[in-house]
């Protein structure tokens, strides 16, 4: 197995991203270092791996502060170091230290196609109706994200559901490359599958349940930063849209109720429970009784990781070091996939 997934470098992880993907990534790294302990005290050769980036070539799709984009890049670092990524277990980078990405992505660009690229939901949502307006990069972004998963022949992509359509066209775009330029026995990449959680694939914002907590949403009451501290939390709980009506025993009871939905389903993904035993326990009380025990539960996961955050940001040449060793390990690894690729091409290189 390889798991390769990214994250962009702009504005703050919140709880979407961590209960959407970044959890995933700290299990399945864990998960596959004790497979490889396992295999190696079988006397067998591990082959599992995990990479995880820092997406800063995507961040320039959108108008960017290249100072705040400097800022972002080491504080995302820091962010996945506490929230569990090991880089002694993973191998944890920015794309911009490995150009092997640039150019991949060129290369692929001869394999998408215009109409894959226009029907992505993302780029209709950034875009809206100003298509003219925006960047070439916003338009080929999910052909730089293909690049991203098929330079390290990456089997398993922990995302949330809103990646999951860029995914699906990482996989169109492997398996015509290898249809037009390789042979069935000897394809150049490797068809990554998504892997989305099946609790907390979309949390959503706390302002209005019909949208996705983002990073981009104006207001910052709309999302949980993981680096907000106690009192912040219990504010932006208590603040978060809800209706009168007490909640419901069963899940199918909260169809018509987007925001109450989402915050039992937050508390389901924290406690790592159903959304129904959750209703379980709180079916019949009301928002004054189950906002105050979210708000704690959510205070006791953040508090270990906005700690180790704050403390790994003092030691900016550490996170530089961490970086700098990721990107070299990733580079080795993407050579050998980027030269296949311009060999099935037909590009001369000398
Ligand atoms: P990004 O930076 O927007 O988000 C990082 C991860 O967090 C997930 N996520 C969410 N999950 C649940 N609920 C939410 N509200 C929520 N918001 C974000 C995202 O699905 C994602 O998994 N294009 C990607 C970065 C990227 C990438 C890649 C990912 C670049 N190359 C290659 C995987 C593989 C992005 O902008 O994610």
Redesign the pocket.
């Known amino acids: 197995m390889r798991v390769?997934?990214?994250?962009?470098p702009?504005g703050n992880l919140?709880l979407?991203?961590y209960?959407?993907?970044?959890r995933n990534w700290v299990r399945m790294q864990d998960d596959m270092e004790d497979a490889n302990l396992a295999q190696a005290a079988e006397g067998g050769s591990a082959h599992n791996q995990c990479l995880f980036?820092l997406?800063d070539l995507?961040a320039i799709s959108m108008p960017h502060d290249p100072a705040e984009l400097k800022k972002g890049t080491l504080e995302m670092a820091a962010a996945l170091v506490a929230c569990g990524i090991d880089p002694a277990k993973s191998v944890l980078f920015n794309q911009a230290q490995v150009p092997q990405h640039a150019e991949l992505q060129w290369l692929l660009g001869g394999t998408a196609r215009m109409g894959w690229l226009n029907r992505m939901t993302?780029w209709k949502d950034k875009a809206g109706k100003n298509r003219e307006g925006q960047s070439v990069a916003l338009f080929t972004?999910p052909v730089?994200?293909a690049a991203?998963?098929l330079l390290y022949q990456a089997t398993h992509?922990?995302?949330?559901?809103?990646?999951k359509q860029?995914?699906e066209l990482a996989r169109d775009i492997a398996q015509k490359f290898n249809n037009d330029f390789a042979s069935e026995d000897a394809p150049v990449f490797t068809l990554p599958d998504p892997i989305v959680p099946p609790q907390?694939?979309?949390?959503?914002s706390l302002r209005d349940g019909s949208k996705?907590?983002?990073?981009s949403d104006v207001s910052d009451m709309s999302r949980i930063n993981l680096a907000d501290n106690a009192d912040e939390v219990m504010k932006k709980v208590k603040k978060a849209k809800t209706d009168p009506e007490p909640l419901p025993g069963e899940e199918k009871g909260l169809e018509d109720r987007p925001e109450a939905l989402n915050l039992v389903t937050i508390y389901a993904a924290l406690t790592d429970r159903s959304v129904n035993d959750v209703l379980g326990e709180f079916g019949g009380e009301g928002f004054g009784t189950f906002k105050p025990a979210l708000g704690e539960m959510l205070v006791e996961t953040l508090r270990p990781i906005s700690a180790r955050f704050n403390e790994l940001l003092e030691d900016r040449e550490a996170l530089d070091a961490i970086l700098a060793r990721g990107a070299a390990q990733a580079r080795e690894i993407a050579v050998p996939t980027l030269g296949a690729t311009y060999e099935a091409l037909g590009l001369v290189r000398g």
């Not at 992509?157 to 990646?163: H, K, L, N, S």
């Open positions: 390769v997934s990214g994250i962009q702009t919140h979407g991203n209960l959407g993907a970044i980036f997406a995507h993302q972004y730089l994200q991203d998963v992509v922990p995302v949330g559901e809103d990646q860029h995914l907390a694939a979309r949390i959503m996705k907590m983002s990073k």
